[in-house]
């Protein structure tokens, strides 16, 4: 691990202020990413900026029709959140199957979001949800937010501060691990939403999540199971690596969207 | 250098350290705690699970500077005069240990587990330890372990 | 049985120390004014240095001192331990393997420098500043290309690639006897590279005391004695008497803590130069690149039967992958441990076996649990079971009719060993009724139910362990006894302490090795300690591996009680003045034949010290026994295995629904004990043949490099075991014990990949490698439906 300067923030304004003044700071959210990329030298911030004392980024808070959580609020939070359970239960059972216990201890959304890694669960809510991304300066949709893999529509210094997520009719999350780092290898999140279906894939996408367009139609002529199934999915544009080709993720991307849509 | 002060095991303690200085060596090189230990570069094996506030973290993935003020709790801190701790004793009964270097981070991990699941099932437990690695025991005997002194922790 | 003694299921009296976090492991350890050591390791398979600059590391801070492969050269290289001999009778070559690199760099994480600083940041800091010109070469990766002349060559000496080209067994015989064979069935298969993946990286302390001129090295071993021997006389030249090893806690092994290792020779080399303790403690990702790893063999066999299925003739031919360099160990995996296993626990009469050795731009192999056995064991099975479905015969019936009867022991092999006793037909039996195999129809169409299709799968095994016999592993190319030590102090009091030559590094040695003092001396296992790991205390030892520490080591410790009681007989005569045809020792009581007349062990211990009613003239003083123990035969645990898996057929996922391992093991000192070594080895089974595979690109990168791409069993990947004896004592050492330490390894690999097959079979799957992962069942689903379309 190279030597970097560590600083608390005690506020929003604070922490982008620290940020900003640096030479090249970065925030240290939950740090469950960020510290093992430092430790494998990966990166080499000059300055990182822990939003740890920040009271106002955590917390979940229940709107009615949307739930809003706190940038630095833990997954393992989110996974035991009355509000989460009952407004999208799919949302917490997300949350309970991220990384593991402790990492769930540590791990934050707004931190999972914002580094957006091609194989991470919360991206795939964001979207398949039609989430809404809150930062220091503005709103921005998920739909509009995930850019490309570890991309976001983040500018440098601009912080995420809470994550609005509207409350679908049905929802539902299905995951398929990598055997060995357990991160997905797919991972499909299907939603019933206001806006008509969303279907959000992780995991097996080289520009990380996207929505299955093919599979929103087929929702939209109606919900069942069978119809999604039966979607041919591209292998275009898919992750190829030892445990996976694009083969077998297109067609994985089938089973876990058929199986999530099942269990709503 | 940042001054980092927190409570371990029970015992305030403060220190002089870099930044970059993971809780993990500060335990085991500066308290000389070496009971927590580290057997992987990726966050994944568990051998350095403690208790930070009373939930279990992986110990390589947080920055001492990161624990001011909190209360930490490692393997050395459960045992009371000797009398071990009913999670320890419970892996002890059920030979739930082989080599010993995994342990530390299997028990405080399996504490926290009944501290959230009062009542967990083999299922439950086989899930939750998804971030402890043992090579040895081939779980066998740590799922009895941990079914076992989480009866015992209610009893 | 007393309490404490042999066959009790004592709790271990290791365990409160590791519960309590007081273990005290080699990284644990931390000596006055120690320094750190970075080693830079090559980040190319194959690749020239044509310079190296360490002027900018030299002045970093904190640095202490950088040397490179330059300042080694004079120093000796990493010897290997066995030497094999080619079919022509040449040695196998033998290239240096040097403690860093000068010339070129042979394989991913091979050293090119060590840098020493204040603290381990600073010299990983410094080591980021050292420049090295490397030139690419092309890397060699593949066996079959390796050796097939066009190659680049790893040894620039060595031809081909080839280390050895070995055979065993008389080819002759076997090819007349394929001649006349009903039917042949034939096989290829791979042995996946293994990473053995002790939860412990290895670790180093050298030590050098100015003083006295000696060295102390700590180190993360499986047997110090052997690392004091290797690294004095071979690499550093430092006499024992100046070199001390101290392996304290170990964090499993596996097989890959017995080497020899650059890092444990440079630590202490280095802690000469700079007269300060140095501390090298490696990342997980340096394991990956630098332990030894194990199995990678590529394989053809053939099986010749007559017309009802009897087994005619078994012919083998092996690639196997030595790595760039030869390992302490590795010549002797593929060859002694391999292929000697290959009648199984078959009637097979003739059998014919080569194997060439391949240096390729990989890390080196060397024996990983079970070492060779699990490689013969999984060829050996999965043709048995591909025969039974060429023919026709149920897979049970085909092992059942050629399996060697229990009136057949001594049984001589035609691959050289003599198994001594044993049941195999018993212990299949037991097997089967402890799997409830009959009942398995009826769980297929739960399974079916639930849209799983459901395999079952057998695998009986034979193992030769408890190396060994020295003269037989002389005569076959080790360059060591393979005998063990141990010395039974009494003391004064009649508490008691062991030193063994054996290793414990997860196996329990201080509860088992206890139980046999317990045993023998009627004392309580509280009054026993037993000390091993510090070659300053114990006075010699080979160590653990191979299932060697009970049937050798403890058979040493039983020689040495012995030898007290024998001796502690005629003090006790003396002090009840009675002949000591008349004493009888039992229960820890010396009593005097038809009298009532008793004397404590403990009364004899303090006589024994306190020696004013003593005989004198006869005895010396004192209560303290050696012994050395070198086996008359190999032990032979044998056993059954039987896996049941569940498969999704639409993703892949193989799920292990029930495992049964039924063993013979021999006498059982502590149950409790065995069967944990039996569950850990029966996971890393499995996770041989569902998950672990060491994955090399083309340009010999590691692409399995951390937990993140090698896939260890976790808790949620495997089942709860059923695990049962059905033992015949052992017929080679005096406690009658045969070795658990791998046979859990050593049988599973097959039974899991035969219940896959099993399960496969109705979608005309006819073969899948280790590791069956999701992706790979799911091609042979895919692979098998189109090859029925197409028909």
Redesign the interface.
């Known amino acids: 691990?190279?030597?970097?300067?560590?600083q608390?923030a005690s506020s929003v304004a604070d922490a982008t202020g620290k940020v900003a003044a640096a030479d090249d700071g970065t925030f240290?959210a939950g740090?469950?990413t960020l510290?093992?990329t430092?430790?494998?030298?990966l990166a080499n911030p000059s300055d990182?900026v822990?939003l740890?004392g920040i009271g106002e980024l955590v917390g979940i808070a229940d709107d009615g029709n949307t739930v809003t959580i706190g940038a630095m609020t833990t997954h393992?939070a989110v996974a035991g959140s009355d509000v989460v359970k009952s407004k999208i239960p799919a949302l917490a059972a997300l949350a309970d199957g991220i990384?593991?216990?402790?990492?769930r201890?540590?791990g934050t959304i707004g931190g999972s979001v914002a580094n957006n890694d091609p194989a991470a669960d919360y991206p795939a809510a964001c979207l398949g949800l039609g989430a809404t991304i809150v930062t220091d300066k503005r709103e921005i949709a998920a739909d509009d937010f995930f850019t490309g893999m570890f991309e976001t529509a983040l500018a440098e210094g601009e912080l995420i501060t809470a994550v609005k997520f509207p409350v679908p009719q049905k929802a539902a999350y299905q995951k398929?691990p990598n055997?060995?780092?357990?991160y997905a290898i797919v991972g499909v999140f299907v939603a019933q939403t206001g806006g008509g279906p969303r279907v959000a894939v992780t995991g097996a996408g080289q520009d990380g999540v996207f929505r299955q367009a093919d599979m929103e139609q087929a929702l939209g002529n109606g919900w069942n199971a069978d119809a999604v199934g039966g979607v041919s999915v591209s292998q275009s544009g898919l992750n190829e690596d030892?445990?996976?080709?694009a083969d077998?993720r297109a067609?994985?991307i089938g089973?876990m969207a058929k199986r999530a849509v099942a269990a709503t | 250098m940042p001054t980092v002060s927190m409570t371990v095991n029970g015992k305030a303690v403060s220190a002089d350290v870099e930044p970059r200085t993971l809780l993990v060596q500060y335990l085991r090189e500066n308290l000389r705690l070496t009971g927590t230990h580290v057997g992987c570069d990726t966050s994944q094996c568990g051998a350095c699970v403690v208790h930070v506030n009373g939930k279990s973290v992986k110990s390589c993935t947080v920055l001492a500077v990161q624990t001011e003020g909190a209360d930490v709790t490692t393997i050395e801190g459960l045992a009371t005069n000797s009398e071990l701790h009913p999670m320890q004793e419970a892996f002890r009964e059920n030979h739930g240990l082989q080599c010993g270097f995994c342990t530390p981070g299997m028990v405080m991990s399996a504490i926290d587990l009944v501290q959230n699941n009062t009542n967990p099932s083999e299922q439950d437990i086989r899930e939750w330890l998804e971030g402890n690695i043992c090579r040895c025991t081939g779980y066998h005997n740590i799922v009895k372990s941990i079914e076992a002194g989480a009866k015992a922790m209610q009893g | 049985m007393s309490e404490t003694g042999i066959g009790a299921r004592v709790k271990r009296v290791e365990d409160f120390r590791f519960l309590t976090g007081k273990g005290n492991y080699t990284d644990d350890i931390n000596r006055p004014d120690q320094t750190y050591a970075y080693i830079l390791r090559s980040p190319h398979a194959h690749a020239k240095i044509n310079r190296i600059d360490t002027g900018a590391a030299k002045s970093a801070p904190g640095v202490v001192a950088v040397f490179t492969g330059a300042d080694v050269e004079e120093v000796g290289g990493l010897p290997c331990g066995w030497q094999i001999h080619s079919k022509d009778g040449s040695p196998m070559a033998e290239p240096k393997h040097p403690l860093m690199v000068a010339d070129k760099v042979r394989h991913v994480g091979d050293q090119v420098a060590i840098v020493i600083a204040e603290t381990y940041d600073q010299a990983k800091d410094a080591a980021g500043l050292i420049e090295v010109d490397y030139e690419e070469l092309p890397a060699v990766v593949s066996m079959p290309e390796a050796t097939g002349g066009n190659s680049s060559l790893v040894h620039d000496d060595v031809t081909n690639n080839v280390c050895y080209d070995w055979e065993l067994g008389d080819k002759a015989a076997v090819d007349a006897a394929f001649d006349k064979a009903a039917k042949v069935t034939t096989i290829d298969l791979t042995n996946q590279r293994m990473i053995a993946n002790a939860m412990e990286p290895r670790a180093a302390v050298g030590e050098y005391n100015a003083a006295t001129g000696e060295y102390t090295l700590y180190t993360t071993s499986q047997n110090p004695h052997v690392i004091r021997l290797l690294m004095g006389a071979f690499v550093l030249g430092i006499p024992e008497h100046k070199l001390r090893v101290v392996a304290p806690d170990v964090g499993g092994g596996f097989g890959s803590k017995i080497f020899h290792y650059a890092e444990e020779a440079l630590v202490t080399w280095a802690s000469g130069q700079i007269k300060r303790p140095i501390k090298w403690t490696a990342e997980r990702s340096e394991s990956f690149m630098s332990d030894a790893q194990g199995r990678d063999h590529v394989t053809h066999a053939e099986l010749a039967m007559d017309d009802q299925g009897n087994f005619l003739a078994l012919r083998v031919s092996t690639l196997a992958n030595m790595g760039a360099y030869l390992s302490t160990f590795a010549s002797s995996v593929p060859t002694y441990l391999y292929a000697t296993l290959l009648a199984g626990v078959y009637t097979t009469p003739v059998i014919y076996a080569e194997v060439k050795a391949v240096f390729t731009n990989t890390v080196p192999v060397d024996a990983y649990r079970g070492a060779g056995r699990p490689e013969c064991t999984y060829l050996l099975e999965r043709l048995v079971d591909k025969a039974a479905r060429e023919t026709g015969i149920d897979r049970a019936e085909i092992r059942r009719k050629n399996m060697i009867q229990a009136d057949q022991f001594p049984y001589q092999t035609p691959v050289a060993l003599q198994y001594d006793v044993g049941n195999y037909p018993a212990c299949f039996d037991s097997a089967l009724k402890a799997s409830d195999y009959d009942g398995f129809t009826q769980r297929k169409v739960q399974s079916e139910a639930n849209g799983k299709l459901r395999g079952i799968g057998i695998s009986t095994y034979i193992e030769a362990c408890g190396i060994a016999p020295s003269a037989v592993a002389g005569a076959l190319g080790a360059r060591a006894g393979l005998y063990e030590s141990a010395q039974v102090r009494v003391h004064p009091t009649g508490s008691v302490t062991v030193f063994t030559g054996t290793h414990s590094h997860g196996q329990g040695h201080e509860t088992t090795f206890s139980q046999i003092i317990s045993e023998a001396f009627g004392v309580p296992i509280e009054n026993v300690e037993i000390s091993h790991g510090d070659t300053d205390k114990v006075q010699f030892g080979m160590g653990t591996y191979g299932s060697r520490s009970l049937a050798v080591g403890g058979s040493a410790i039983a020689k040495a009680c012995d030898k007290i009681i024998v001796k502690a007989t005629k003090i006790a005569a003396h002090m009840l003045e009675a002949s000591e045809a008349d004493i009888e020792f039992k229960d820890g009581k010396f009593t005097v034949a038809g009298t009532d007349k008793e004397l404590g062990f403990g009364d004899v211990a303090l006589q024994a010290y306190v020696p004013h009613n003593y005989p004198i003239e006869e005895l010396e003083p004192g209560l303290d026994e050696n012994a050395f123990y070198d086996p008359l035969n190999f032990s032979y645990p044998s056993g059954c295995h039987i896996c049941e898996v569940e498969v999704d057929p639409d993703t892949g996922v193989v799920e292990v629904a029930k495992f049964t391992a039924v063993d013979d093991v021999g006498r059982v000192i502590n149950p409790m004990i065995v069967e944990g070594q039996v569950h850990g080895g029966v996971a890393q089974g499995i996770g041989q043949a569902l998950l672990e595979t060491a994955v090399y690109d083309d340009d010999g990168q590691l692409l399995t490099g951390s937990y993140m791409d090698y896939t260890m069993p976790r808790a949620d990947d495997v089942p709860s075991y059923t695990v049962g004896q059905q033992s015949v004592m052992g017929a080679s050492n005096p406690l009658e014990v045969k070795g658990v330490g791998e046979v859990g390894a050593i049988g599973s690999p097959p039974a899991v990949i035969n219940a896959v097959l099993n399960a496969l079979e109705p979608l005309g799957v006819q073969d899948i490698a280790m590791p069956a992962t999701p992706r790979k069942v799911w091609q042979a689903i895919q692979g098998a439906q189109v090859a029925q379309a197409a028909e």
């Open positions: 691990m190279y030597n970097f300067n560590y608390k240290l740090g469950q510290l093992p430092i430790k494998q030298r990182v822990d740890a393992a990384g593991d216990p402790q990492v201890n540590r398929f055997p060995a780092s357990r030892i445990h996976a080709g077998y067609h994985l089973v």
